[in-house]
């Protein structure tokens, strides 16, 4: 959109907004843990419903592919003792641990 005076190009809306008021730990904190006891799930139960949702989306396996799947979950074999190789497979990536846990958030500052 144009001013038709001066051709100048104005933006297609203009909003100004006041900031945001200042938190308050205690009660963040407070609500953070209510909502945990209230909606808040064991992490192996939620984790079976993942894996239960996993199976019903892949559908029935022939005795082929269910063996190739149990294949790429084992663990990789570890490298030899004072090689200085590192085992295949064993890098760990993103926020995932050696046993598929996720890393805990670091803490802000180090």
Request: charged content about 25%.
């Amino acid at each position: 959109m144009t001013d038709v005076r001066t051709g100048e190009r104005l933006p297609a809306f203009s909003v100004q907004l006041e900031p945001p008021p200042e938190g308050n730990e205690h009660l963040a904190t407070r609500l953070a843990r209510l909502s945990a006891e209230q909606y808040g799930r064991d992490v192996l139960d939620a984790e079976l419903d993942l894996q239960s949702a996993l199976e019903r989306i892949r559908g029935p396996q022939t005795a082929a592919q269910a063996e190739k799947s149990d294949e790429s979950t084992k663990r990789p074999e570890p490298a030899a003792p004072d090689t200085g190789t590192p085992a295949a497979g064993a890098s760990i990536v993103g926020a995932e641990l050696a046993n598929g846990e996720s890393a805990p958030a670091p803490a802000l500052g180090t």
